[in-house]
């Protein structure tokens, strides 16, 4: 029987450790929650109608159609047995029972991380994140649906607080959010409108930090606040959320002082936790984790005293030479290079060759604000405007899995910087109340 | 003051009527539940992974952005003042009170119809159906599910409850359903799975009367019927459901023998029934409604006792020369012209002309059974296979609305034909249970 791994997640981590064993003798399972490959970098693109679910998202059986020796597996993890080496699956897709455990050999988990609320998961409700498919879709629908209730209301406040977009968080995701809400108000709604003004639109982001972009290097962050202001953003710096609920959002600032804004929707971009199968590891094998819930794994990614599990991607801190666990950003080519090194590293050791530690090759850092405005550094080269958005584009694009999806993509792309367009601007979860009126008609 | 026309539902019917009113000296208000306009003939490619949900969809926004006399709003209708010549609105969006009523010069009532159940309201829950965008939503993902399922079980007989589809009702939907589906496991899901075979998977298509497809001469019902089987569907004419729960259909024929068939997944393509606004007008101006809900209309399409108010598509009959009430199929060509009539009318008693009444010019008949199968009556020719097919092809191309889908509709098409493939194979509408794990992965 050949050697079996399991890998447990279908992002760029646990894709790109199987695309490493395409040559080893191995059968691989890909187990996931969901049934499709989501194209995370771009997922905030859904929120804003600028693309549509389907071009983001890449079912995980069409990718592995022609690899017979791997299985894909709709399922959900409950937990793990180190020493039988099996994964338990939870009840799932209406079966009276739990799957059969699945044995491994090799077990990849690459489980990613979510939005964390800080300890306030009551603000979820009123707060979306944009870093799930379900999620952002949502969002779409939120936010559209603010322009559709102005444009029905007489009260200049209610009207107002409909048209304010608060978007917590100024790290890439938040930026990206920020300068896309405020094209779509001051450009892509224009003219869609009778009773209001979606110029009026106000979009505020807010983070406790100093500056944007705290990632990238001082200049370049002042660059994209201005790109931002330029935008309409209203950029809120050094300021906390003490509060949020259906109708607003309450910060503070460094002196207590605190304000309330009237803003019927929110996004929350803020922190991000590990999954909660890095504690399950990190409880089965003593391995240390960290405040995010990341699970601290040694110099080649695997599990302290457990060299059969690898666990990589932004649920994990490495162990450097030095004893030091280090945290690499959570962006997709630290999880693209860690399902590599897992890959090789499995392969290797079927080989009976070692593999030296996991090394990060850091590309660069690149966010985009709006069309035709970016930020981009790539080793002592600091690019903004237009050349780092073209850079953004074409870096983008290239990675977007799949021929179809890459090519549609790109025609829409094409199409909407010409015209302006946003064409995906449909509420499809609508709330209860509107799905299903009393009364079908 | 402008004549104000106020139209409700952005449909086939809708648009053609403000189409028909553009350079009339008219000020527009046009009523939908829903942001976009939906191109129904293609919503059930949406339920089997075909097409994107945003490829069949169109804001209604973005239609009438260069029209300012026309104003959208995203609202449902409650009821009619006739008197007060007012439409009511109810409580929408999260607001704290109902927005003002809409007053009217001219009513224009396109609202359509929707799925009835027989009286069944039950089977509802265990039998979506593919008219609402929502629901074709909902029908891919459990479609997906059923696959899904029976991969990761081992109990034979439950598998093979995943892998039934049963199809209720033989219509040009219920044709269409089947034969997709029925494609989609013999053809595009092979090879995607491992420890089953989705050729294995049945599709049957129920129905009461004994032919398919019976608004088509008998000729062509019997090739439908054939492409059908051919494509590996299992055509149950003469039987009637009487009953469908989580687990199974059961049929009954006509000596009264029951079967049980047991099937996860079952989608309903049977009767339909008019909007509620229907029996509202009707009970408001005392005019006639059959037993479908439809109400009865004058032959110039306006409300008997009410020349102000036009209602039109699937939700009327229409009263003939002879007193008879006539009822058209519920199919687009019909919403379109009725539509564009009623504009018309509109724009000629504005001039002081009189207009005659509505006539039904019947360009034919269409209904698509697979890749490259469909048939096609069009005055007395008849036709089947692929020139019915490419007929059917252009002509749903050529009707949907937007350069951009048309674009985009038309590459994932010939990719798909000559790829088999179904890129729009994602599953979002996760029940609770999975999209709302205890704890964020």
Redesign the interface.
């Known amino acids: 029987m050949s050697h079996r791994v399991v890998v447990i997640g279908g992002g760029f981590g646990g894709l790109n450790a199987i695309q490493s064993l395409r040559r080893a003798s191995v059968e691989i399972t890909l187990i996931d ?4 490959h989501l194209f995370q970098p771009l997922t905030y693109q859904v929120a804003t109608g600028a693309l ?4 983001v ?3 995980l ?2 990718i592995f ?2 690899e ?1 020796k791997v ?7 409950a937990g793990f047995d180190l020493d039988a080496r099996q994964v338990h699956l ?1 009840k ?5 029972a739990a ?2 455990p699945v044995p491994y050999d090799t077990l990849i988990v690459a ?2 991380s ?2 964390s609320y800080f300890g306030h998961e009551d603000w979820r409700e009123f707060a979306a994140e944009v870093k799930t ?2 999620s952002a ?1 949502a969002v779409r629908a939120e936010i ?2 603010g322009f ?2 102005a ?4 009260d200049p406040d ?1 009207r107002q607080a409909q048209l304010t977009f608060v978007v917590v968080g100024a790290g890439p995701t938040g930026v990206e959010m920020s300068g896309q809400i405020a094209e779509m108000a001051h450009d892509t ?1 224009r ?5 209001i003004d979606t110029g009026t639109a106000r979009v505020i982001m807010v983070d406790a930090l100093d500056r944007v972009l705290t990632s990238f290097p001082e200049s370049l962050s002042r660059k994209a606040q201005r790109s931002l202001e330029h935008l309409g953003v209203t950029v809120m710096l050094n300021r906390t959320v003490v509060g949020i609920d ?1 109708e607003s959002v309450t910060v503070s600032d460094d002196g207590g002082t605190t304000e309330r804004i009237p803003a ?1 929707t929110v996004i929350w971009a803020a922190g991000v ?1 590990a ?3 890095a504690r399950q590891l990190s409880e089965l094998s003593g391995a240390e984790i960290d405040r995010a819930g990341r699970l601290t794994v040694e110099g080649d990614l695997t599990l302290p005293g457990h060299p059969e599990v690898i666990a990589l991607g932004d649920m994990v801190r490495v162990r450097a030479a030095d004893g030091a666990p280090v945290t690499y950003p959570g962006v997709a080519p630290v999880a693209i290079q860690q399902g590599h090194y897992a890959g090789k590293l499995v392969a290797d050791r079927l080989k009976g060759r070692a593999t030296s530690p996991f090394k990060y090759f850091d590309k660069g850092n690149l966010a985009t604000i709006g069309r035709g405005r970016a930020v981009a550094q790539i080793r002592f080269l600091k690019l903004s405007g237009l050349p780092a958005w073209v850079m953004w584009l074409g870096v983008h694009l290239w990675y977007l899995i ?1 021929f ?2 890459r ?2 993509v790109m ?2 792309w094409a ?1 909407s910087f010409f015209t302006h ?1 946003r ?8 709330p209860a ?3 299903a ?1 009393p ?3």
């Open positions: 929650r969901r049934n499709f549509s679910p389907g071009e998202a890449y079912p059986r069409a159609k022609s017979q299985r894909v597996m709709l399922a959900e993890v939870t799932t897709l209406g079966m009276d799957p059969d489980a990613g979510s939005y498919l379900e879709i559209l649906r559709e209730a444009e029905i209301m007489d209610a709604l003219r869609n409108f009778r009773a259906d019927k936790t999954s909660p199968l799949g179809q999806n090519l549609l025609i829409k199409i367009g064409s995906a601007r449909i509420i499809t979860n609508q109340e509107s799905v009126p009364t079908p008609r």
